[in-house]
């Protein structure tokens, strides 16, 4: 079975500063996708950024990118010059056919 | 196009009740997906439908069950509550999560509370 870890239960950032995400997960599969979401405080859950096993290149949405590492199955992700609104739960996911997981979570709080 | 909308947004039942909560896709959305996410378990898979069937199923008891229309809004159903069923039921829709290049959208929830 999948799993998916987000070792950094909560984490803090000052305004406008880098903060990185980790997140690891544990496959026999070669082809799936990852998924980083985020839900804001009593707010829906949105897609920040997604990225394909099969690409080397890491995915890149504005403000947010990843270190995607197959071989140490390890999917960080980094959010650039942090804003207030950027404060929120953070997923990290793994998905198969028919199947997604996700981590635990990790609670960003970005500090004025 | 409009969300993945949930009905309705917030629930209170007391146990040995049973519930459902209802969940409209995307527009061409053919897949939905549900998920309980609750403080201490965070987010777990409950059980996904394409074309009115289910395709894959979490590890919940069979309390928790059920269905997709053929306009593919879906319902859930969770007979005999228990105190520990309180959580916030998500659904998502995607076109097709069989197919490696989907992404998932999510609704609001719905806040179940059962005393």
């Known amino acids: 079975a999948q799993t998916v870890t987000q070792s950094q239960p909560e984490m803090s950032v000052q305004e406008a500063e880098t903060v990185t995400l980790s997140c690891t997960y544990d496959?026999?599969?070669?082809?799936?996708?990852l998924f980083w979401y985020k839900q804001p405080p009593s707010r829906q859950m949105i897609l920040v950024i997604r990225?394909?096993?099969?690409?080397?290149q890491n995915a890149t949405e504005n403000r947010f990118s990843v270190n995607f590492q197959k071989a140490a199955k390890s999917f960080s992700l980094k959010i650039s010059d942090s804003q207030l609104g950027d404060t929120a739960m953070y997923f990290c996911?793994?998905?198969?056919?028919?199947?997604?997981?996700f981590g635990a979570g990790t609670r960003l709080t970005v500090k004025p | 196009k409009a969300g993945v909308t949930q009905t309705p947004r917030y629930l209170i039942k007391t146990r040995g009740q049973q519930v459902t909560l209802s969940c409209s896709p995307i527009s061409g959305h053919r897949s939905v997906s549900w998920y309980q996410q609750t403080p201490g378990q965070g987010l777990q898979f409950l059980f996904e439908y394409f074309s009115e069937t289910q395709r894959n199923k979490g590890n919940f008891p069979g309390r928790f069950s059920g269905r997709q229309f053929s306009n593919s809004r879906s319902e859930m159903n969770v007979s005999t509550l228990e105190l520990g069923d309180s959580a916030l039921y998500l659904c998502?829709?995607?076109?097709?999560?069989?197919?490696?290049?989907?992404?998932?959208?999510f609704g609001p929830g719905t806040r179940l509370t059962v005393l």
């Open positions: 990225q394909e096993a099969y690409k080397q």
């Open positions: 998502a829709s995607s076109l097709d999560l069989a197919e490696r290049t989907d992404t998932q959208y």
């Open positions: 996911a793994f998905s198969r056919v028919n199947d997604m997981r």
């Open positions: 496959t026999s599969e070669n082809n799936y996708y």
